[in-house]
C-alpha cells in the first residue's frame, strides 16, 4: 500500500470555498443595505463559520477552511487589503462562458507593500476551532495582473512594470511570513492566470496587448518564488490551478502542456491541485513532469454540477493518471472551489457535502487511512 503523506497535500483534500449559506447571504444583503452593522454581519459568519468547520471535519477532510465566507471574491478581498490599491467599479465584468461577472476591480494607485490584513484574523479563528489542519487560500500574485493587465496600474506610480513586479512579490513575501508567524501551516495559491495561458484565445490576448506569454508564465513563476521565499520550512506551500469558476461557468480551455515546465521545473511549491474534471484541462500527460517530491492533486470531481460522480469514474481516473506518475505522490479533491465568489456555483449544499465525503471515501479505498 502506498505510504500515507505525513504532512498536507492530503489524500483527500479540497480548494476551499464552499457555497454560502442562505442565513450569510441574508446577512450580507442587510449589511449592504445598511439595516445591520459590520458586527452583526460577523456575528453571523462566526456562527456559520464555525458550523461549516464541524462539517468539514463530519465528512473526514484533514484540511479546514472557512469556506471564504467572509470574502466577495476568491483574490479581490485579498488584493484589496494591500497597502497601494484599492476597490474601483469597472465599465463591465469579466466575461466568462455565457455570463458576465459583477464590475468590480482593484487598481494600483501607490506603493505596494503588505502592513497587515484582516484575513490573519481569518485564520485564527479557524485555526482556533478545530484539531485538523487549518488551510489558508490566498490569490497568487499573478491575480494583480492577469486579469486586466497594465490598465489598472498607476503609470504616474510605476512607470516601469519591473519595479511594479519587484514590490507585488515582495508585498506577498510579508504576506506569506505574516501567516506563517501566526501559525499557519498549510497555504494554498490560487492561480487562475497561469493556467489561462494554456487558452488558445488568452495567449492572443496577452500578446495583442505587447505581453509573451511565455515570459508571462516565467514571471508569474517567479512572482510565486519571491512570495514562499521566506516561508519556514514546516509551511507546506501548494498551489491551486483551474480556468475560471463564475456561476458554474469557466473562462478557457486546454491542457497543461505550454506551462508544465514552468509549473514543475520552476516554480517551489509542494503541491498542485489540478482541475482534471473534464475535457478542458487535457490528458495527464504533463503529471510526467511532477518534480520529485512534489504531490499532484488532482481535481477529478467539479464542482460546476450537483451530479454525483460514480467512486468507480474517479478511480479509473486515478489508475490512467498513475501511468505517468507513481500513485503514491497523487491525492484527490474537488476541481476548484464550490463558491470562488458569493454567488456560488448552481447545485445545493447537501450535493456540496456528498462529494467531500465520496472523496473522503475513495482516497481511504484507493490510499488506504490518511
Not at 464552499?18 to 441574508?26: D, N, Y
Not at 515582495?170 to 493556467?195: H, M, N, P, S
Not at 514543475?264 to 500527460?285: L, P
Not at 472551489?337 to 465520496?358: C, H, R, V
Amino acid at each position: 500500500m502506498p505510504a500515507l503523506p505525513a504532512r498536507p497535500p492530503f489524500r483527500a483534500d479540497h480548494v476551499g470555498s464552499l457555497l454560502r449559506p442562505a442565513a450569510l447571504k441574508e446577512a450580507r444583503a442587510k449589511f449592504a443595505r445598511g439595516e445591520i452593522d459590520a458586527a452583526a454581519l460577523a456575528a453571523v459568519a462566526d456562527r456559520e463559520i464555525a458550523r461549516i468547520i464541524q462539517k468539514q471535519e463530519e465528512v473526514g477532510l484533514k484540511s479546514i477552511t472557512d469556506g471564504e465566507f467572509r470574502r466577495s471574491w476568491w483574490h479581490l478581498d485579498f488584493l484589496w487589503g494591500l497597502a497601494g490599491t484599492e476597490r474601483y467599479a469597472m465599465d463591465s465584468g469579466i466575461a466568462f462562458a455565457g455570463v458576465t461577472t459583477r464590475a468590480e476591480g482593484v487598481r494600483v494607485t501607490g506603493k505596494l507593500d503588505f502592513a497587515g490584513h484582516p484575513m490573519l484574523d481569518h485564520f485564527k479563528f479557524v485555526q482556533a476551532r478545530t484539531k485538523q489542519t487549518a488551510k489558508m487560500t490566498l490569490p497568487a500574485p499573478s491575480a494583480m495582473y492577469g486579469r486586466l493587465g497594465r490598465g489598472p496600474i498607476s503609470e504616474a506610480v510605476y512607470p516601469r512594470l519591473d519595479d511594479f513586479f519587484a514590490d507585488l512579490g515582495a508585498a506577498y513575501a510579508k504576506a506569506v511570513r505574516a501567516f506563517a508567524d501566526a501559525g499557519c501551516r498549510y497555504l494554498q495559491l490560487d492561480d487562475v492566470f497561469i493556467v489561462m495561458l494554456c487558452d488558445e484565445a488568452y495567449r492572443a490576448k496577452q500578446q495583442a496587448q505587447g505581453d509573451d506569454p511565455q515570459k508571462l508564465a516565467e514571471l508569474y513563476a517567479d512572482l510565486i518564488n519571491a512570495a514562499v521565499a521566506d516561508a519556514p520550512p514546516e509551511m507546506t506551500v501548494t498551489m491551486h490551478m483551474c480556468r475560471g469558476n463564475y456561476r458554474s461557468t469557466f473562462m478557457g480551455a486546454g491542457g497543461y502542456a505550454p506551462v508544465a515546465e514552468v509549473l514543475f521545473d520552476k516554480i517551489n511549491v509542494d503541491g498542485y491541485f489540478m482541475e482534471y474534471d473534464s475535457e478542458r484541462a487535457g490528458g495527464f500527460e504533463p503529471l510526467r513532469l511532477l518534480p520529485k517530491g512534489g504531490k499532484a492533486v488532482l481535481g477529478l470531481v467539479t464542482t460546476k454540477t450537483g451530479t454525483l460522480e460514480t467512486k468507480h469514474t474517479i478511480k479509473r481516473r486515478i489508475e490512467e493518471a498513475a501511468k505517468y506518475t507513481d500513485i503514491d505522490r497523487l491525492c484527490l479533491s474537488p476541481q476548484c472551489g464550490f463558491a470562488s465568489t458569493e454567488e456560488g456555483n448552481t447545485l445545493a449544499e447537501d450535493e456540496q457535502w456528498a462529494k467531500l465525503a465520496m472523496i473522503v471515501e475513495v482516497a481511504r479505498e484507493v490510499w488506504g487511512n490518511q
